[in-house]
């Protein structure tokens, strides 16, 4: 039974228990993402920040020009507001994927940590 | 055919078995270990110990252990559909080889399912306990039993609470089991169907919301008017996973269909109060901020607010100031390009009166040019009554119509309701009292509909727990404190009593007329024992004799023995009624006419309601008084359904009281001629036998003989006593002077009816001359004769 149980374990650590640890890592990513609205930065780069001087403005030339200035500096200070919060969020990702990379490596080799110890300790390495 | 197969050697089993072994202890243990190998592993090595390696990578094994439990041997995921691969771990794990009924009960009553079912139904360790076998053979069936209810119920796992309810199941006598308990299966299933969901819905509040993020709003504009003047929905919504019934659910697909198609972009949710329409509103804020819910694009991250039409008024208060700010703030949501406003209530911004305003002109073009999203609520009669009154605004609008909820959908709406009470109120709701909230509600609420009806009382309930526990009979007591009458079966001592010695309670305050006072006597025993049909009133009566013969007496005795006063009595006299048009007050909304019989009846549903003189009433208010006499059921004006199911109803006709004493004075008995009396008055057509044939009980009233009046003076002696005990002083009458009192107050026309102002005359005035004359003391009793008596009625009747 015991035997039963160590095959057991080890299957479900290799198998379903790194399929949850994954589905568990992409969440929290998804989560990230989700939390700095990458998608929707990314798709509303350009767009009027706040709707400021977003809306039709009827009048002369002059006017309308000037509405159009407004808005394209709306535009440009919500594309730079944007960029600021993609590249702070991008960083973010990155840092977490890293962390999520050296989880999986660790989960990996967990079952096998006990016989590299042992290896260290017969080969008397020490610092 | 399903497999009951129940392999103990399954590697399941074993999971399981291991499973439960790792009690908390355990795993804490666990993890100390694993920290202690690590650190000191670590320590060794930094000190130049090679050994320090081993060490620390042993902690790998506690730790793997460790998040095995959590992934997988906690919950061991179902694997085949026999009874080992069915079988919630937590109760697999706890079974030996062959485990017997008891050995099932045990494992169930200690696992969550099974103590779910402890508290919501009351099926508690012990109980099960006593109930079940302790030879493994019978083990066998109850997992027959416990397969199919699992596959009934649409369970994942055959949980503690299948697993309770299969052993309730194998009971023989199971059925009278649960009557006791004021269940049955059907209860159970739902009971299971209940813990699912609760299940489901504690997973699914671990998931996380994508709601967005921090960026989400950049594109949309400010909105400080609207935030000033409304209440951001979306902003509230996904707090916690509500659940959606059928109805709300389709309500809410409309909703996105309205809004996520062209065309108008508004929707009109038409329903009763108390159907739910604002909680689908609050529904659907919460869809469209879910970054996972597939919507069109135009729809995702938009925000629902509600404006306050209280607040508007308030801050705008000169004439046209009002319209200018909803212009500014509907202004502000067309340029946010984000929002939808909610109307609730929508009437109060379509109507002058207190606390609305008549804001049609604004709002009209608004909804008609369809640029703004708007969605309003309002009730079916609103919704008639400014249909009526501005046809366009009607045409503008994309109507959802919102029904009430069946029993169904209203119970799982508790149950997912009840959480925040129980929360709020420290109590726990059983599902007796989810049911009995239900029936309750269904009869005594009127002003709201399914569920906003069910759950009010409900939530009333809260304040009538048992050591925290609302049962049914806490049901019963809210709305027996908060409508003043009596649903329960008679328990108490005092009231049983009072049932079984009802006539003579009556015949305290009324001579003879036994029939009369057997049968609605009969008909008050049988409702307070619980065997009376529900549909119906307790009783509905037809009293038929002369005047002055206790017909009206016996209704106020009624009123006052068992409904507790004289008050509880709903009196009309149907001589006011005479008119094909008074039908509408006899039906009237109890706000333009209090004195209606359905605003009486909503008000006071147990109590004796007398009809007087019924067969002076125009056939057609009697037309309308037969759903009532039949169904218990009597529907007003705004056409809300009056019970009158806890109502006995007495109706009283003078009709043919010529007849009856002819009738007497040949000497027959009532029983003789009832029968034909009866033919007579259809064939008269004083009655049609559609509204004869009504009442449960025709009686008719003898006339009175003399002795019986002898009896009535002492009764309306001990009257007068009962007022002169204030001032300590009582009376008595010789008996001759009685007689002479019958002699002089009798007349076969008017019945015993002048015999009281008789006495009043004689008596009372006596006694009141010699108390003014100071010849009466405190405590001495004044006795009366014949002979003043017939001094003072002479002088009166000279004078």
Known sequence: MVMLLVTELFKWWYEAGLRQRIQKIALTLDGTIDYFSMDLLLKTLFAPFRQISAGKVDGSLDVKFRALIDKLTSRAIGAVVRLILLLVGGVTIVLQIVLDLIVIIVWLALPILPIIGLILWLKGVSF | MQSTFYNTKSVRTAKARLGVRLTSPLRLILLLVGSLLLIGGIALVVVHVPAGWFVASLAAVP???????????????????????LLSGDILGQLGDTPTPKDLAKAAASVRGGQFFAIRFGVTRSFLND???????DTEKVWQHALTIQQKTGSVHISGAVLTVALLECF????????????????LYAGVRWYEMLRLLSEKTKEPRRTGGIARDFSFGYIPMLKRFGTNLSEQAGNLQTFESASHKKAVDQLLETFGNGGRQNAALVGEAGTGKTTIVHAFADQILDAKAKLPASLKFRQVIMLDSASLIAAAPGRGELEGLVMQVLGEAYDAKNIIICLDNAQLFFEEGVGSVDLTNVLLPILEAGGLRVILTMDEQRYLQISQRNPALINALNRISV????????????????????YQR??????????EA??????????????????????SAASYGEDGFITGNSVQQAIEQTMNIKVGV??????????LNLEDLIHERMINQTRAVQVVSDALRRARAGVRNENRPIGTFLFLGPTGVGKTELSKALADVYFGGEDRMIRLDMNEYVRPEDVSRLIADGADDPASLTAQAMKQPFSVVLLDEIEKAHPQVLTTLLQLLDEGILRDIKNREVSFRDAIVIATSNAGADRIREYIERGMKLQEFEQQFVDELINSNQFRPEFLNRFDEIVIFRPLEKPELLQVIDLILAGINKQLALQKISIHVADDAKELLVEKGYDPRLGARPMRRVVQRAVENLVAKQMLSGSVEPGSVIEITHDQVSQLLESESNS
């Open chain 2, 63 to 85: 730790f793997m252990l460790y998040a095995w439990y959590a992934g997988d041997l906690k919950y061991p995921p179902v694997s085949t559909n026999s009874v080992d691969g």
């Open chain 2, 131 to 137: 109930i079940t076998s302790d030879k493994p053979e």
């Open chain 2, 172 to 187: 023989p006598d199971y059925e009278s089991l649960l009557a006791h308990m004021h269940l049955d299966l059907d209860d």
């Open chain 2, 403 to 422: 029904a009430p909820a069946s029993r169904d959908e209203t119970i799982a709406i508790m149950q997912n309701q009840l959480i925040f009470t129980e």
């Open chain 2, 426 to 435: 420290k109590v726990t709701y059983m599902y007796q009292s989810l049911a």
């Open chain 2, 438 to 459: 239900y029936r309750l509600s269904e009869r005594y609420v009127h002003d709201l509909a399914m569920p906003g009806r069910a759950l009010k009382l409900l939530e």
């Open chain 2, 490 to 499: 008679a328990n108490d001592e005092d009231e049983r009593e009072k049932l």
